[in-house]
């Protein structure tokens, strides 16, 4: 069983689509701030990409190429499905590819010198694909590490956790920050400011889970930060951010 994909996914952000909808025009908003590159078509590559329930057609139909790849099987064939058309009709290439981008992470970007990268809320996933916590935080630093140079995106998991917010009543409105510089022991002191005033507007309820991405981001990089109302009583805190070349 996948923990961060496959069926159960599908099966559940099909169904919560309308739940959802807040959450991923706060997405489209960050989508559309990508750093494009200039003077020559512009190429696209979504790692963790499953059927791109969360990234509207609209913007990948901007692209001339967009190239997908996640391990799960079904992920393919339903992003086809969901953009196919879309993306025909606006003249993109759509490769969709099988297979673990992340660890091969190297040959995708050697293949593809000139692509903006998205990183599709994977990297908020790999503690629950790591053995360990601190494999997984390496894990992270190594990606991100391999992406320098490059002109990347992530939108990841920060926090998450019970909320006492019902679904339909409402959420904080995306939110805005600059990563801060890390303090000699490794922390983001905005980030504990930012956990103490998201706990509140979501009404957080026991510990939140740490999805260990507070160092995806450069210092200095600008933050966007999501509420997504995951399922009834349960909630995710994501955050979003674009590193230019
Ligand atoms: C939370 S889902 C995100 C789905 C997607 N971004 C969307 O909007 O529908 C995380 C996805 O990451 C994929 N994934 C896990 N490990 C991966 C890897 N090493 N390379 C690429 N994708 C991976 C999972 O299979 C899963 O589909």
């Given at each position: 069983?996948?923990?961060?994909?496959?069926?159960?996914?599908?099966?559940?952000?099909?169904?919560?689509?309308?739940?959802?909808?807040?959450?991923?025009?706060?997405?489209?908003?960050?989508?559309?701030?990508?750093?494009?590159?200039?003077?020559?078509?512009?190429?696209?590559i979504i790692l963790g990409a499953s059927a791109g329930w969360m990234v509207p057609s609209a913007w990948l139909q901007g692209f001339s190429r967009v190239s997908t790849f996640d391990p799960d099987r079904w992920a393919a064939p339903l992003f086809r499905h969901r953009h196919g058309a879309a993306l025909r009709a606006s003249g993109t290439a759509l490769d969709c590819h099988t297979g673990d981008g992340l660890n091969q992470l190297d040959t995708v970007l050697q293949a593809h010198p000139r692509a903006l990268v998205l990183l599709d809320?994977?990297?908020?996933?790999?503690?629950?694909?790591?053995?360990?916590?601190?494999?997984?935080?390496?894990?992270?630093?190594?990606?991100?590490?391999?992406?320098?140079?490059?002109?990347?995106?992530?939108?990841?998991?920060?926090?998450?956790?019970?909320?006492?917010?019902?679904?339909?009543?409402?959420?904080?409105?995306?939110?805005?920050?600059?990563?801060?510089?890390?303090?000699?022991?490794?922390?983001?002191?905005?980030?504990?400011?930012?956990?103490?005033r998201f706990s509140r507007q979501l009404q957080a309820q026991g510990d939140w889970l740490d999805h260990l991405t507070d160092q995806v981001f450069p210092q200095g990089t600008p933050v966007h930060h999501i509420a997504w109302p995951y399922s009834a009583g349960y909630c995710h805190w994501l955050q979003a951010g674009w590193v230019g070349a």
């Open positions: 069983m996948n923990p961060s994909g496959g069926l159960f996914w599908h099966w559940h952000a099909w169904r919560h689509q309308a739940q959802w909808s807040g959450a991923c025009a706060d997405i489209a908003n960050w989508l559309g701030e990508a750093p494009m590159a200039q003077g020559r078509p512009a190429e696209l809320n994977v990297l908020g996933q790999l503690r629950f694909l790591t053995p360990s916590v601190d494999e997984a935080s390496a894990r992270i630093a190594h990606i991100t590490k391999r992406l320098h140079g490059r002109r990347w995106g992530s939108v990841h998991d920060a926090f998450s956790g019970r909320t006492l917010r019902r679904p339909g009543t409402g959420l904080p409105a995306m939110q805005r920050s600059v990563q801060a510089a890390a303090t000699s022991e490794g922390n983001h002191p905005s980030r504990a400011v930012a956990l103490g």
